[in-house]
C-alpha cells in the first residue's frame, strides 16, 4: 500500500509511528491524505518573499522556461523589485531554515517526535506560481512533504531500479529521464513521505505553498573527514610510521608489501578506541552538521545572581532558535553528556535530557536541575546557545 488517509486515523501518519518506521521509513514512498485535516498555512507567500530579501537568510528563485526547457537559478537576498517583475507562472520561490524564523511552523516539529530530532535538518518552504517547479530530481535524504496551501501535482518513480543519470546543461540536478509510477495531486494537509533517492516531481496546479522537512543524513566521505580531522588534532606527535626490524632493500626504488603493512599499522594506532570519545566526536559535529548560523552571545551579559533573580521573578531563558541539542548516555559509566552546536557538557542523565528536550528553561526546570545542570544552563547561555526573555519583553 502506498496510499493511506488519516482522516479517520492517527494523525499525522494514519498508522503507528511504530508501523510507518517499520514498513515505510527508507524502504518505499507513502502519500497520506489528511495528515494535518484543515491545515492552515501560518506564513503567506508575501511573508516568505520578504524574508528572501533578508541578509543571512538562504532562499533560491528557480525559473523555467517551458519553450525551450531552460532553467535559471538566483540565489538570495532578492530585492523587491525581483518579484514584481516575474510572470504569474512557471517560478519557484525556496527559503530554508523556516523552522529557525518562524516559531509555528517550528511547532510543527511536534507532530514528528518519533523521529530523533538531531536527524531532522530544517523545514524548507516554497511557494510556486501555477507551472513552478523545481524539476524531476532525487533527494539523499528522507523528506516529508506537507501541502500547505492550493494544490500542487506530484509524480513518483517508485520502481525498482529507476534511471538515475543528471542532465549536463543545467545548474540543478535534474534527472535526465524520469518514467512515473505514480501520480497524484496534493490538497493542503495532505502529506507525501519519500524515502531518499526516489525520483520525483511536483508541479503546482495554482498558486501553492509546499512544507518540506528534510533530515540531516551526512555522507560516508563527511563523516570520515571529520572524523579524520578530530583525530589527527588530538594525535600525539610521537605516533608515526616506524620500521623496525627493516631488512636490506632488493630495490631501492620499491614500495614493497612489508612498507604497506606498516602503513596500515601506522594508521591503525590513529583510532578512536574510546567509545565515551567517539560519542563526543559525533555528538558534537551532527549538533553543528549544515548549520547557516551560529549562535552568538550577547555583547552585555547580566551576572548570574541577576540571572537567576529574574528567572524567580517571572523571567523565561529560551533556546535560540539556530541552537540543535541533543544528549547522550555516558558509555560504562553513570552519567550523560549534553551536545550543543558542538560543545560538549557532561552532566546527569536527567539533566542531559531534559535541557536537550526544552525549548525553553522556566524557574521550575532550573530549579530541579543539579548543580552540573545549572552551570550547563549558563555556560550555554554565555554562548549564546539561550536568550534571556524578562517579563516586560514577553508582554
Not at 517508485?158 to 543519470?165: D, E, F, I, K, Q
Request: glycine share 8%; hydrophobic share 45%; charged share 25%.
Amino acid at each position: 500500500m502506498i496510499e493511506i488517509d488519516a482522516a479517520s486515523g492517527p494523525q499525522p501518519l494514519g498508522m503507528s509511528p511504530a508501523k510507518f518506521l517499520r514498513e515505510y521509513w527508507q524502504k518505499k514512498p507513502l502519500l497520506i491524505r489528511n495528515a494535518f485535516p484543515g491545515f492552515v498555512s501560518p506564513v503567506q507567500p508575501e511573508d516568505l518573499a520578504g524574508l528572501a530579501c533578508e541578509d543571512g537568510v538562504l532562499a533560491r528563485l528557480i525559473e523555467h522556461d517551458k519553450a525551450d526547457d531552460s532553467w535559471r537559478v538566483r540565489h538570495g537576498p532578492f530585492a523587491e523589485t525581483d518579484f514584481t517583475t516575474l510572470p504569474d507562472h512557471d517560478w519557484t520561490l525556496l527559503v530554508q531554515d523556516m523552522d529557525k524564523w518562524d516559531a509555528d511552523i517550528r511547532g510543527l516539529l511536534a507532530h514528528f517526535a518519533f523521529l530523533p530530532r538531531w536527524r531532522i535538518d530544517d523545514v524548507m518552504v516554497s511557494f510556486a506560481a501555477a507551472g513552478g517547479s523545481v524539476g524531476a530530481h532525487i533527494d539523499q535524504y528522507d523528506v516529508l512533504l506537507l501541502q500547505a496551501q492550493g494544490r500542487r501535482h506530484w509524480q513518483i518513480d517508485a520502481s525498482a531500479n529507476p534511471p538515475l543519470g543528471f542532465r549536463p546543461d543545467v545548474e540543478l540536478k535534474l534527472l535526465r529521464e524520469f518514467h512515473p509510477t505514480h501520480d497524484w495531486v496534493l490538497e493542503p494537509g495532505d502529506m507525501l513521505y519519500l524515502p531518499p533517492g526516489v525520483p520525483h516531481h511536483g508541479i503546482a496546479v495554482d498558486h501553492c505553498l509546499t512544507f518540506s522537512v528534510g533530515m540531516r543524513a551526512p555522507s560516508a566521505a563527511e563523516l570520515l573527514g571529520d572524523f579524520v580531522d578530530t583525530l589527527a588534532a588530538d594525535a600525539p606527535e610521537d605516533l608515526r610510521y616506524t620500521d623496525p626490524g627493516l631488512a636490506p632493500a632488493s630495490d631501492a626504488n620499491e614500495i614493497d608489501g612489508a612498507a604497506m603493512a606498516r602503513v596500515v599499522e601506522a594508521l591503525n594506532l590513529l583510532r578512536m578506541n574510546d567509545a565515551d570519545a567517539l560519542g563526543d566526536w559525533f555528538g558534537a559535529f551532527i549538533t553543528t552538521y549544515r548549520c547557516a548560523v551560529e549562535p552568538a552571545a550577547d555583547d552585555a551579559g547580566r551576572a548570574r545572581i541577576e540571572v537567576e533573580w529574574d528567572l524567580a521573578h517571572g523571567a523565561v531563558i529560551l533556546r535560540h532558535p539556530w541552537s540543535r541539542m541533543a544528549w547522550r548516555r555516558a558509555h560504562g559509566k553513570r552519567g550523560g553528556r549534553l551536545y550543543a552546536g558542538g560543545r560538549v557538557l557532561a552532566l546527569p542523565v536527567r539533566d542531559a535530557r531534559r535541557l536537550a528536550a526544552a525549548e525553553a528553561v522556566d524557574a521550575a526546570l532550573y530549579d530541579s536541575l543539579g548543580q552540573a545542570g545549572r552551570d550547563a544552563v549558563f555556560a550555554l547561555l554565555d554562548a549564546g546557545h539561550y536568550r534571556l526573555q524578562l517579563v516586560e519583553d514577553a508582554q
